[in-house]
């Protein structure tokens, strides 16, 4: 393999042409983008709250353990047990100790639950996430490049796919699996089938885009340019077009995981996903659907939780498109 | 596009809450009077009839969540359909329809008396009322009813939904009787008709409750050529005081009254309204609008309303004033598998009763307005019920030291379990909750798994190898009665001989000889008094083996609307109201 090639992937763009005092620099795609995401201050703000978010969700157990939190505890005295079993007092049962309330049936602590169900809810939906981009950037990228036979069993395996009834399927699987499987049981099985079923289900969307962005990049000139130097298809495919595919990757993944995040809450709230006692946001929302009016503030604690990350990750998403490829608007 | 598929989600969920619940009919009220009582209309319809009323006319509208099992008086399971079922199908009898105690006492309807047994007790001989007419003019004959009871219990690929105590009791052809849609000619040799208004059957043992058996709606006449099976729901000739004027199926139906029903052969239905209807598919938040602004007279599902409802009712004096607060003459308890190591111990189970808080679980299942806290198998409010506490806690808060050395004696330090509950029941998810905190205490790790209530007894917790092969140690159950006796109540939870590959009862899968040899012993004595002290026995022999702890007696909580007349809560059927005689008062 020449070394010389793999350069061609990241040829600069002609950069925008400074003021003549300033002293000309080259920049590279990634800079570039860079600035733009910086001009849009929603998509900043969205990135603020997304790294926060991941933050509380990988601090979650330090968070609980080292507050001696426990999300599971019952505090049923706080509950007017004669009204059956609704928090006593305003808000849901608002107080010092339980800033956000409590919840009906079993008095648990509203905050310590969102705290303890942003890690479900995130990891499921980053697993999620991550596996079919994996498969759908592997097949969208063999699809586009190798064409002829090959692209047309991958493009009818993907329609075969998004043609399948994923709801019903993810029920029953879930149900299935239920009570142990691969040496698994309890919570790391559901969150492994959530993002099996989530994961698994979704990756024609990912492959169609980068089946059709590997058909364009493929009659380009380092494409070709590597061709006639020698190089081969799995080194073309991963060195030199993989990298040109990264932004539409970055961007359908920002605007995949609050899909998956919404799905995750809807599995859940089916009784299919997380399991009780172990909170999750989705699960939090199905308990609360029941008392949405003598006890509205339980719904809006969950409900909150998601809007905010969804609306966090859709605006990255915007912004992180709109820097990459300023062309789509 | 893709984001709109969690709209269908949410859409879907919120079917899947609104699924039906309930099994089968039961139980006595007797003292109701609730906690903190408002008003002094409370519970007045557990005592009396309200708003007794021979008023005619007007609507009465039912309104129902989700859709029931059949119409069809021969393939149904529900209490609220062997409610509903007496406006449109006699049985041979059925319960008076009064209020509390009045409401447990069986009287003749189609049959002019009650059953006349043979002196060794093996055949039941039942006379009918002369000039009885089904709604088309043409008259009922004593082969209907055999014919119902054939079509009911012998042919469970066609109508599956109902039990078949007839089949299991009944004396059987030499060669077994195939039921009416595949043998067309034979019929079942031990049910007999010498003439039209006389039907005697014929039993493999004695059995005192018969007169119970035949109080279901499988007894109600169906003329053999008007069946059409499975379809024959959209049809069904009616021998009651209403008729069918349209069906939907999942939908509605409307029943107007029968005119060529007679008083003079009737002395309990009054044909009131004009019309019924029945609507199907209901929210249960709609429902209790409409029962609260009058646009509909009764829940027909009769669980009593929705939790928002409820907390809402129970902080308006007025509104609790008109509510009915009653047993709903079923256990809520946890069944603990006999079969799964290591519950096969004895001690390890007594570990479980021991630990458990059954406040904590009360509370979860919605307070005290929901359920008494439960201490014996038989609700207080079926005859033979005694009062005693085998494992007692200091107020019923669950005692972790007795627990855990129940745990000591079982050679355990601790156990891994699963603990089963049913998805769309989202009180006794927070009852397994409350189960699995108090078990973690005693060093006992129960992991809740949730199954759809459609298929609970036919494919998990219902199927003792599914039960192996997936580690269910614990279950939550609630089980009602299909008659107010021991015998309804327990048959099908204790008996040894009851359980089954599929769509078990008897989650626990007790089998103890004793246990089994007092429930034949019950059924064949003639003796009222000492069959319900053996039901007693029978309750503290199944608590020594402690494979089910009862958690509380569910009760249900009715709202009582202003333009209905003739409400009574009557715990034959769970609870509910009446349904024969409801009026309008418009």
């Known amino acids: 393999m020449t070394a010389s090639v793999t350069t061609a992937g990241n040829e600069p763009e002609a950069a925008a042409p400074d003021g003549p005092a300033k002293k000309i620099e080259g920049r590279s795609l990634g800079q570039i983008a860079w600035t733009r995401f910086k001009r849009d201050k929603a998509a900043v703000a969205g990135g603020v709250v997304v790294i926060l978010l991941i933050l509380l969700a990988v601090l979650a157990k330090p968070i609980e353990s080292l507050f001696g939190l426990d999300p599971d505890a019952l505090h049923q005295d706080l509950l007017d047990a004669n009204l059956g079993g609704l928090p ?59 064409g002829g036979w090959v692209d047309t069993l991958i493009s009818r395996v993907m329609d075969v796919f998004l043609a399948f009834p994923l709801l019903l399927f993810a029920i029953a699987i879930s149900t299935s699996l239920q009570g142990g499987a691969f040496g698994l049981h309890g919570l790391p099985l559901h969150m492994m089938v959530l993002i099996f079923v989530i994961g698994f289900f979704n990756w024609p969307y990912m492959g169609r885009i980068v089946r059709g962005q590997t058909l364009s990049l493929r009659e380009r000139e380092f494409v070709h340019a590597a061709r006639s130097l020698g190089a081969r298809g799995p080194f073309i495919l991963f060195k030199e077009l993989l990298p040109n595919l990264v932004g539409p990757i970055l961007v359908y993944s920002t605007l995949l995981i609050p899909t998956n995040i919404l799905f995750e809450a809807g599995l859940s709230f089916l009784g299919v996903g997380i399991q009780p006692p172990q909170a999750s946001w989705g699960g939090m929302l199905q308990d609360a659907i029941r008392y949405y009016q003598v006890d509205p503030q339980y719904m809006v604690v969950p409900g909150l939780a998601i809007f905010i990350t969804v609306l966090a990750f859709n605006l990255l998403g915007d912004g992180l498109r709109d820097a990459l490829d300023p062309k789509s608007n | 596009m893709r984001r709109s598929r969690t709209v269908a989600l949410t859409a879907m969920a919120a079917a899947a809450v609104l699924v039906v619940t309930g099994c089968s009919s039961s139980s006595k009220s007797g003292d109701s009077s609730s906690s903190s009582a408002a008003g002094a209309g409370a519970d007045a319809a557990t005592k009396n009839i309200v708003n007794a009323s021979d008023k005619k006319g007007g609507t009465v509208t039912f309104e129902m969540k989700g859709t029931p099992d059949s119409l069809d008086p021969g393939n149904t399971y529900y209490a609220y359909i062997y409610n509903f079922s007496r406006l449109y199908a006699r049985p041979l009898t059925t319960f008076n329809p009064a209020a509390g105690e009045d409401g447990n006492k069986l009287v003749p309807d189609l049959a002019e008396s009650m059953g006349q047994p043979s002196a060794d007790g093996l055949s039941w001989t039942y006379k009918l009322r002369k000039g009885l007419k089904y709604d088309d003019g043409t008259p009922i004959t004593s082969k209907d009813v055999k014919y119902a009871v054939e079509r009911s219990n012998f042919a469970p690929d066609v109508n599956s939904n109902g039990p078949t105590y007839f089949h299991d009791l009944l004396v059987d052809n030499p060669t077994p009787y195939a039921g009416p849609y595949k043998d067309k000619e034979g019929d079942l040799k031990s049910i007999e008709t010498p003439d039209d208004t006389t039907i005697v059957f014929h039993l493999q043992h004695p059995f005192a409750d018969f007169d119970y058996l035949v109080s279901a709606p499988q007894t109600a006449p169906v003329p053999q050529a008007k069946d059409t099976g499975a379809d024959y729901v959209k049809h069904i000739v009616s021998s009651g005081s209403f008729k ?25 239905r ?6 019924i209807q029945l609507k199907m598919n209901i929210d249960q938040a709609t429902i209790d609008k409409d029962l609260l602004a009058g646009n509909a007279q009764v829940d027909l599902v009769g669980g009593g309303v929705d939790p928002q409802t409820q907390a809402q009712i129970l902080q308006n004096p007025k509104l609790k004033a008109k509510t009915d607060n009653a047993y709903g003459g079923r256990l809520v308890y946890l069944a603990i598998n006999s079969k799964v190591a290591p519950f096969d111990n004895v001690e390890c189970r007594k570990a479980v009763q021991f630990a458990i808080d059954k406040v904590s679980v009360q509370t979860a299942e919605g307070g005290p307005i929901r359920g008494q806290i439960a201490n014996t198998v038989l609700p207080p409010d079926i005859p033979g019920h005694q009062d005693f506490n085998l494992y007692e806690t200091k107020d019923n808060k669950g005692d972790e030291a007795k627990a855990k050395d129940a745990l000591k004696a ?47 007894l036919t494919d998990s917790a219902g199927a003792p190898q599914f039960t192996q092969d997936h580690n269910i140690g614990l279950m939550m159950m609630q089980w009602g009665a299909d008659w107010p006796t021991g015998y309804g109540f327990l048959q099908q939870v204790v008996d040894g001989r009851a359980i089954k590959a599929s769509g078990n009862s008897n989650l626990s899968q007790l089998n103890d000889p004793s246990v089994n040899k007092l429930i034949d012993d019950a059924a064949v004595n003639p003796d009222k008094a000492a069959r319900e002290k053996i039901y007693g026995d029978i309750d503290k022999k199944v608590m020594e083996q ?27 059927f769970s609870g509910e109201y009446d349904y024969l005689n409801i009026g309008s008062a418009k």
């Open chain 2, 410 to 456: 079982c050679g355990k330090d601790g156990i891994n379990t699963v603990l089963s509950a049913r998805t769309e029941r989202a009180t006794e998810v927070a009852a397994a909750t409350s189960i699995q905190a108090a078990l973690k205490k005693v060093g006992i790790n129960a992991e809740i798994q949730q199954y759809p209530q459609g298929k609970y």
């Open chain 2, 244 to 268: 069918f004027e349209s069906y939907e199926d999942g939908k509605q139906a409307t029943l107007v009254p029968n005119t060529n029903w007679d008083k003079s052969t009737d002395p309990i």
């Open chain 2, 270 to 275: 009054k044909q009131l309204p004009d019309k």
């Open chain 2, 546 to 572: 402690a494979v089910i702890v009862p958690l509380t007696y569910f009760k249900v909580f009715l709202y009582r609307p202003d333009s209905a007349t003739n409400l009574a809560s009557t715990p034959a």
């Open chain 1, 88 to 146: 006593l007092g305003d808000w849901g049962g608002m107080s010092l100790d339980h800033p956000l309330g409590v919840d009906p049936l079993q008095g648990r602590d509203l905050l310590t639950r969102v705290i303890e169900g942003s890690w479900v809810s995130l990891l499921v939906a980053f697993g999620a996430t991550l596996l079919s981009n994996t498969i759908g950037t592997v097949l969208g990228i063999m699809a586009g490049y190798y």
